[in-house]
């Protein structure tokens, strides 16, 4: 009997705004069978810092993340901001 655990990466998608949200799936195996699963959700938003992300999501996220995407985003971010204390 041989008990498992892994964590994967199973979904990736970029938003319009180059926000990347990804979910990792965890499961439970016994012997090749699966005996629980369960997800994590997370995001990353245009340049913020990815350190403990996992690979195959820091890999889109330096091709997504162009300068243009980059500064669009931040002043989107400003122009809300601006927006909410006026």
């Known amino acids: 009997m041989s008990i498992t655990k892994t964590t994967t990466v199973d979904q990736i998608t970029v938003t319009e705004n180059g926000t990347i949200l990804y979910r990792e799936a965890t499961r ?8 629980s699963q369960t997800y994590h959700r ?16 820091v890999a889109i996220c330096n091709t997504v993340w ?3 995407v ?17």
């Not at 913020?48 to 999501?57: F, H, I, K």
């Open 28 to 35: 439970i195996m016994e012997d090749g069978v699966q005996l």
């Open 42 to 57: 997370s995001s990353k938003y245009p340049a913020q810092d990815l350190t403990g992300v996992p690979a195959n999501v």
């Open 70 to 86: 980059v500064a669009a985003y931040q002043a989107a971010q400003a122009a809300a901001e601006a927006a909410r204390n006026a």
């Open 66 to 68: 162009t300068a243009e």
